[in-house]
């Protein structure tokens, strides 16, 4: 159904942005982009506009298709922002990477490594000398450049936002870890601004898949996933958006662990979409996350294996069979190790993707736009295409899209509630070659299945699954983060183990 004739065409929008901002954009290119806008509107306002029956609503509809910046700008100020053998293993592990730790040395990725800046992790160990042992005593963290460290700038994988300003002070979740005894190892590259999932960032150089270097390591969070895998350090703080943890995880071979929306905090962390923003962690196993989790004092769960288990069969039936071949692997592993399995339905990915990009698009646009204005050219060409669908997206689509976000939540709310958790594939394919992650399809097979626990804020947990070849990724999704990290623990001990 195309836009009524209130609203401007997506083209036209993004034609007004462009001459707002005198930028010279290909004609080409504002058609292409335009009309993955007319396709958000048709798919959220006109499936989820309330009907108008009076002169007065019919004015109402009119107002609200101006740009929805003012409308994100409130809508953002609103925002709040072990079991004993789990524990020693993880103790155990820590103790034998300290003893690993001088081989697997932090690289900038200029140099082939996952790192935008290394810091002196030697100096850190020695100044604890002597202190008391606090619970993550020389645990080494790598940071995601979007995340203040104090005495570094903030670099977010972008020019335009490089300004040489040295951070302060650390973030609170940075803060945290330093005060119970972590390492802060370096600044991990990213998809500029964090607004992208392939991990590619043609402005400042993006790290490679550390299985095979002609393959993306995924994103946004890309050179914290690689820093994981590689072994440079025990773990990675990064954000997740859209599937920006547990992408780079399932394309690398990593855990990634977005909790529940606030459950870490977001202060000093350059935000994307505050609404649909979510700071989280990569290890190499579940115990070491739930060991940091605990840490930062919340509950890590119970270890166990979950006793009914609903399968997102539509995502295992969408990905490629090698993916899909290794989930089912993992559910009949599952049901030898007692679990009832069960197919559920969750909400249409589709409505979800739509829901998202209005979201995410217009938050990005307002949290970037006054900078864009005087540095656009400096963005890379992917983000700042971006930038200019979420300057173009009306009040209406974006109205509508927060309705939606509240009905999808209801749904996923009832779905999860009829079991302990649901699993499927993180990503429905292995990590594609560079010169095929460059098609814009790509982008949209790597969220299909990653941003829906985004919108509703569910927590999500991508989990290595076994097997040969390049890594695939088993995502879980729990009602609470509690029993996230108990169910996925389980799960990782029973799919190892086979």
């Known amino acids: 159904m195309r836009v009524g004739p209130e609203v401007p065409g997506g083209s036209e929008r993004l034609t007004r942005v462009v001459a707002e901002l005198d930028l010279d954009v290909r004609p080409g290119v504002l058609t292409q982009l335009g009309g993955v806008l007319d396709r958000l509107d048709a798919t959220l306002v006109h499936t989820s ?25 409130s809508a953002v100020k609103s925002v709040a922002q072990s079991d004993v053998q789990s524990a020693v293993q993880a103790v155990v592990q820590s103790v034998v990477r300290a003893e690993e730790r001088s081989t697997v040395q932090p690289r900038l990725v200029q140099d082939g490594g996952a790192y935008t800046v290394v810091l002196d992790a030697e100096a850190a160990y020695k100044s604890r000398r002597g202190a008391p042992t606090p619970p993550l005593a020389g645990l080494t963290i790598a940071v995601k450049d979007l995340i203040a460290v104090a005495g570094y700038p903030l670099g977010a994988g972008s020019v335009a936002w490089r300004g040489g300003n040295f951070e302060t002070q650390d973030a609170l979740i940075v803060g945290r870890l330093r005060e119970l005894g972590a390492v802060i190892v370096g600044l991990t590259a990213l998809h500029e601004v964090a607004f992208g999932v392939t991990g590619i960032n043609d402005v400042l150089g993006w790290p490679r898949n550390p299985h095979d270097p002609r393959r993306i390591p995924g994103g946004s969070s890309s050179g914290s996933a690689v820093a994981v895998v590689e072994g440079s350090a025990e773990v990675a ?64 769960g119970q270890a166990r294996v979950p006793a009914r288990v609903g399968v997102a069969i539509r995502d295992v039936e969408e990905s490629d069979e090698p993916v899909t071949e290794r989930v089912r692997e993992c559910v009949r592993t599952l049901e030898r190790a007692g679990a009832r399995v069960v197919d559920l339905a969750l909400p249409d990915p589709d409505l979800v993707f739509a829901v998202s990009t209005a979201v995410m698009f217009t938050e990005a646009a307002a949290v970037h736009r006054s900078i864009f204005q005087r540095r656009c050219a400096l963005y890379g060409e992917d983000v700042r295409n971006r930038l200019l669908q979420g300057l173009a997206i009306p009040a209406a689509t974006y109205a509508a899209a927060l309705r939606e976000r509240t009905r999808l939540k209801a749904l996923t709310t009832e779905a999860l509630g009829t079991v302990d958790c649901v699993i499927g594939p993180t990503v429905g394919l292995v990590a594609p070659r560079e010169v095929e992650a460059r098609d814009p399809t790509v982008a949209a097979r790597l969220v299909r299945n990653t941003r829906l626990a985004n919108v509703v804020g569910a927590p999500a947990l991508s989990l290595p699954l076994p097997g040969h070849g390049l ?11 509690a029993s996230l990290l108990g169910w996925a623990a389980g799960i990782e001990r029973v799919i190892r183990r086979r």
């Open 49 to 73: 506009e309330p009907k108008h029956s009076t002169e007065s609503g019919r004015a109402a509809r009119r107002v609200s298709t101006k740009p929805a910046q003012s409308v994100v700008q």
């Open 471 to 481: 890594p695939m990724g088993l995502q879980i999704m729990a009602l609470d983060d």
């Open 237 to 300: 703080v990064g954000t997740d958006t859209g599937g920006s943890l547990r992408i780079p995880a399932a394309l690398c071979g990593a855990v990634g662990y977005k909790p529940s929306f606030g459950t870490y905090a977001t202060h000093g962390v350059l935000p994307l979409s505050p609404t649909l923003d979510h700071v989280g962690l990569l290890a190499a196993r579940v115990a070491l996350i739930r060991r940091v989790h605990a840490a930062l004092g919340f509950d890590p």
